[in-house]
């Protein structure tokens, strides 16, 4: 009984199903993206494989080191999801953090230098990020909204093929990264603020924090909009977008407690998954 609740904590502290999302959105993207893509070949690529598990693996470690740094900050907002010195010891979560980085850099590299180059630099952005920047206003949410990105466009830099199309889909996840990663740091207000954590929404306040998410809503709009004059079948996601993104502004206009942004961060979730559907009108 021991060891299955350290492998549920663990799974639990590596977040498996966003991981699973990740490898799911790198495959769906390769083959939808991609025009002559076919299926067997892309599940025979050994360098997909190694690249979307390298991607899972930096994406794991950064979720292992920012709840190292935020373990105190986690009893407030969210104890009941703590497992860094719960039930994984600090010392073995750092080596966790160590060996998840260590094998997706290596990863990364078996494929190219460019991508092990990538791979660095998301680890050590990851962990600056939990260490520094997530505790200042913007800055850290712009981090995460960038690697976010990254995941996808990565695919370019292996195949070199639809770099429209890839840095679309980057773009996208950017955008509603950002969005989510404001969002959570609403959620999270109390236990940041205990902490002296300088977040968006206690630098400006919460009322200017959500005027802020409203500019990169319309931000991301207008983009997609733009995307249209180029790629007609953007449209029916640019009708999906407004009809979420209203929803999704109504609701932060309603919001006021922790239960209420953490319902819009599930949304962002939702249309993240919509973004994810759109690749199945571009083959």
Request: include cysteine; hydrophobic fraction near 55%; glycine fraction near 6%.
């Given at each position: ?23 799911v959105t790198q ?96 680890a050590g952005l ?105 790629e007609a079948r ?50």
């Amino acid at each position: 009984m021991k060891n299955n609740s350290l492998i549920i904590n663990m799974l639990r502290l590596l977040r498996w199903p966003n991981l699973l999302i990740v490898a799911v959105t790198q495959y769906a993207a390769a083959y939808f993206l991609i025009h002559d893509m076919q299926l067997p070949v892309l599940l025979g690529d050994w360098r997909m494989l190694v690249v979307s598990m390298s991607t899972v693996l930096i994406a794991a470690g950064g979720y292992v080191i920012n709840d190292y740094y935020d373990v105190k900050i986690d009893y407030i907002n969210k104890p009941e999801r703590v497992v860094v010195g719960r039930f994984l010891k600090r010392r073995t979560t750092l080596t966790l953090h160590a060996v998840l980085n260590g094998l997706g850099i290596l990863g990364g590299f078996a494929v190219s230098w460019q991508l092990g180059a990538i791979n660095v630099l998301a680890a050590g952005l990851l962990w600056l990020y939990s260490n520094q920047l997530k505790r200042l206003p913007l800055l850290g949410n712009i981090i995460v909204a960038l690697l976010t990105g990254a995941a996808v466009f990565v695919l370019f830099v292996l195949y070199r093929q639809a770099l429209f199309l890839f840095a679309t889909y980057a773009a996208f996840a950017f955008f509603i990264s950002l969005m989510r990663e404001i969002v959570k740091d609403m959620e999270d207000l109390e236990g940041d603020k205990e902490f002296g954590c300088q977040t968006l929404p206690i630098v400006i306040g919460l009322r200017r924090a959500k005027v802020v998410i409203y500019f990169i809503s319309l931000t991301f709009l207008l983009a997609v909009a733009a995307l249209m004059q180029h790629e007609a079948r953007f449209w029916w996601v640019f009708s999906g977008l407004v009809v979420m993104l209203s929803w999704h502004a109504y609701k932060l206009y309603r919001a006021d407690k922790s239960s209420d942004f953490g319902r819009l961060s599930t949304l962002n979730k939702q249309i993240m998954i919509l973004g994810l559907i759109s690749m199945l009108f571009m083959k």
